[in-house]
């Protein structure tokens, strides 16, 4: 008994003495950029310290680097509401509209002139980070500046970011900006290209979605990193000036941006200005300008802000880079929703320092407004984007054979037919087994609304699609137990307690199958009332457009979906394979689910659009939540419209619901309404 004691306090003390090393040095490395040891020296510290509270589980700390591996994922972000605003910066584009704001600053200041810092608008997301009595408490994005997301899971995953400080303050709120480095974003897009996954359009996107991911796990595989550029909120002697406020988050062990520069006057500023355009495309991280902000914090008090932004700081915006290039050719990209995105394929240029040879060219609708031919002569742009967008046309070089180009009436990687249906510029394919949407449709399959496949995550899902173990919904019961205990993070345990709810998913309503199978159109509610209506999937595949209309809530554009989603042989043969891996394809008569009324809720008896990506939810998820809480989803925008959901990158229909005054909500909005919808 003795020795079992004498053997812990030592664990405990070599614990302690490791997390005071793994400190110290990720402070050296992160901070003072002067590291004492290699990253192989660093990484055998922290799996020492894995080893030990793996051996001894009481021995974990809540600032143990051993949490950064991520825990288990979460149902949903927590709406947070901030302790005070987090602006957004107004915007200059010129140094003659940075002369104009330095007018009106010192108008509002009415006396003094201030002096200045200038850091680099690292292109990120911003976040609030609390820390109590020296460790992490929280971390919320910037939402909407009033209400952002609680994602602490998420942020302990970030090395930049320590979880306890280097001393131990009452309270700490400090604000940063996390983003992707140039070469962790572009190993996560190789990854994602050799998966069928179609690339994150920028680093900026990449972490945004990162941060907003339910599986912390995945989080902590993206290789996140933070810069901090102020203090929001201290308890202790405050600074009298940003550069001291910078040096205190410093201290702290809190890392802020190397290039950030003090500046006695705008002419400072201005040639600070050409310094960090010089040397923006060799960082390991996208800038897309640089924020100029008053230094003395008293004078910020005296200058006050509007209802948007902060009257002491602007944000100086470069230009976009442009280059002129020749399209050889027109090819379409699947993506994990079955949309097709054509792509330019370029003669190779130099374009903001690396080689560009694609171009997206969005949708058929925007080749034909810009009247793209291969063969033309193009102008592209990088306005932050990793895959530039063709500018325009040069027109007075169009060769005499440019050919215009026809978007495919088939899905190029699996030959199903295309849709594009009334109202929307995107075509997509209809294959459920189409291995470019290969990953999003096994996770709709075993979401908690479909099949409820519980512990089959994004993570998960991610190794068997790129091990080529599951190609479609049907592999998922020839699993074995060998093959899933071989997957990382999964021992033998987890891999039986898998198979065990893979094979309790083969009795399932056949209302949850219907809704599985990822039909468009068809949600929560509509397979409900197909499954009681129609009672087998035989009777659903047979169904005339004609029958499926006379259903109550199945209108004219689900029937056709539904239609033309058993007339592709490829999905009829998925439903065979299924059939032969024993899963119920017929509602017993106890299983013959009325549809019911939805619970109450913000959403009940609404119609609600969804427009653009919201982050850490796929578009199938929100129209199948929001169907689950009784909205009615449509794909088009029109005066019966209750709400928009706008959320990022939002198209055509965000224009169409201001023009008609249509309520118009952000993710963070949608989350805390569905958050209460579903307390209520």
């Known amino acids: 008994m003795k020795q079992s004691h004498d053997a812990r306090s030592a664990a405990a003390a070599r614990a302690e003495e490791l997390r005071r090393l793994i400190a110290h040095h990720r402070k050296r490395y992160f901070v003072d950029d002067d590291p004492e040891i290699s990253d192989a020296e660093y990484d055998l510290l922290e799996k020492e310290l894995r080893g030990i509270e793996a051996a001894h589980p009481d021995l974990v700390t809540p600032d143990s680097p051993s949490l950064r591996v991520g825990g288990e994922p979460s149902d949903a972000f927590v709406p947070y509401r901030h302790r005070s605003p987090l602006l957004s910066l107004d915007n200059a584009y010129s140094t003659a509209e940075l002369r104009e704001w330095e007018q009106r600053l010192l108008r509002a200041l009415a006396g003094p002139r201030p002096s200045f810092v200038v850091e680099p608008k690292v292109d990120g997301l911003s976040i609030a980070v609390h820390y109590r009595q020296g460790l992490l408490e929280r971390g919320v994005t910037r939402g909407d500046g009033l209400i952002g997301e609680d994602v602490t899971?998420?942020?302990?995953?970030?090395?930049?970011?320590?979880?306890?400080?280097?001393?131990?303050?009452?309270?700490?709120?400090?604000?940063?900006?996390?983003?992707?480095?140039?070469?962790?974003?572009?190993?996560?897009?190789?990854g994602r290209e050799a998966a069928g996954e179609p690339p994150f359009a920028n680093p900026r996107n990449a972490a945004a979605g990162s941060v907003r991911l339910l599986d912390p796990r995945i989080t902590a595989s993206r290789r996140l990193e933070c810069f901090f550029y102020g203090v929001a909120e201290y308890e202790g002697e405050l600074p009298h000036t940003h550069l001291s406020a910078l040096a205190l988050l410093r201290e702290l062990g809190l890392r802020t941006n190397p290039l950030n520069r003090a500046c006695a006057d705008l002419e400072a500023v201005v040639v600070q200005a050409e310094r960090l355009r010089e040397v923006r495309y060799s960082l390991d991280y996208e800038?897309?300008?640089?924020?100029?902000?008053?230094?003395?914090?008293?004078?910020?008090?005296?200058?006050?802000?509007?209802?948007?932004?902060?009257?002491?700081?602007?944000?100086?915006?470069?230009?976009?880079?442009?280059?002129?290039?020749?399209?050889?050719?027109?090819?379409?990209?699947?993506?994990?929703?079955g949309a097709f995105t054509p792509v330019a394929v370029l003669e190779p240029v130099q374009l903001a320092g690396t080689t560009v040879s694609r171009a997206t060219l969005h949708n058929e609708e925007e080749i034909q407004r810009k009247d793209v031919r291969i063969g033309d002569t193009v102008r592209i742009e990088k306005a932050g984007e990793i895959i530039p967008q063709v500018l325009e046309v040069l027109r007075e070089r169009r060769p005499p054979g440019a050919r215009p180009f026809e978007m495919p009436d088939r899905c190029p990687a699996c030959g199903s037919a295309a849709a594009k249906e009334e109202g929307e510029v995107v075509r997509r394919c209809t294959g459920a087994a189409c291995p470019a949407r290969r990953r999003e449709a096994l996770l709709h399959y075993a979401s908690r609304a479909a099949m409820d496949i519980q512990g089959l995550g994004e993570a998960l899902v991610e190794q068997l699609v790129t091990r080529d173990v599951v190609r479609d919904a049907s592999d998922l019961y020839r699993l074995e137990l060998g093959t899933l205990a071989g997957l990382d993070r999964m021992g033998e345990k987890s891999a039986s307690n898998l198979l065990q709810q893979i094979d309790a998913s083969r009795q399932r309503p056949l209302h949850r199958l219907i809704h599985a199978l990822g039909i468009r159109h068809v949600g929560v509610r509509a397979a409900q009332i197909l499954a009681n209506r129609l009672a087998s999937m035989e009777a659903l595949r047979n169904a005339s457009v004609e029958d499926l209309q006379g259903f109550e809530e199945i209108g004219p554009k689900t029937a056709a979906s539904i239609r033309l989603f058993f007339e592709q042989s490829a999905n009829r043969k998925l439903i065979e394979r299924l059939e032969r891996a024993g899963v119920s394809m017929r509602a017993a008569p106890d299983e013959r689910e009325s549809p019911g009324q939805a619970p109450a809720s913000a959403f009940r008896g609404k119609t609600v659009v969804l427009t653009g990506s919201l982050p850490g939810r796929s578009r199938e998820e929100a129209k199948a939540l929001l169907e689950a809480l009784g909205a009615r989803v449509l794909g088009s925008v029109s005066r019966r419209t209750d709400l928009v959901v706008a959320g990022e990158v939002p198209g055509s229909k965000l224009e169409k619901a201001q023009a008609l005054g249509v309520k118009v909500i952000g993710p963070a909005e949608f989350e805390r309404m569905v958050a209460e919808s579903r307390r209520d």
């Not at 948007?308 to 230009?319: M, Q, S, V």
Request: aromatic fraction near 6%; glycine fraction near 6%; avoid cysteine.
């Open 153 to 190: 899971s998420n942020v302990r995953t970030i090395r930049s970011i320590p979880l306890r400080l280097a001393r131990v303050v009452p309270f700490l709120e400090a604000r940063g900006e996390v983003y992707m480095p140039r070469r962790a974003f572009e190993e996560l897009n190789r």
């Open 287 to 337: 800038i897309d300008g640089m924020v100029v902000k008053v230094n003395e914090l008293e004078l910020r008090g005296r200058a006050g802000a509007t209802t948007k932004f902060p009257r002491w700081a602007i944000a100086l915006k470069y230009p976009a880079e442009t280059a002129v290039t020749l399209v050889r050719d027109v090819v379409v990209q699947v993506g994990r929703t």
